[in-house]
């Protein structure tokens, strides 16, 4: 597994892991600061959780990774 980029870095065309906590939304209001998976999100210029909406919730890397592969079954 690669190490930690500064999130100022995260690429917006692929879904990554990213260390942040998410903004609190009126939607969700549980997350903690941690590993999530993430997508840019084009028209809000931000990027979004996996399995999130266009209402978010939304995350602002501090940190970033590419995803691991996938395991072989």
Avoid: Y
């Avoid at 990213?18 to 590993?35: A, D, I, R, Y």
């Avoid at 266009?54 to 592969?69: A, L, S, T, V």
């Amino acid at each position: 597994m690669s190490k930690p980029r500064p999130g100022k870095t995260a690429p917006k065309g692929q879904k990554i892991l990213v260390w942040g906590k998410p903004k609190n939304t009126k939607l969700v209001s549980f997350f903690t600061e941690g590993w999530h998976t993430a997508n840019w999100d084009e028209i809000d210029q931000a990027f979004c959780l996996t399995g999130g909406t266009w209402e978010g919730p939304f995350i602002k890397p501090k940190f970033w990774m590419p995803c691991p592969p996938a395991p072989r079954t």
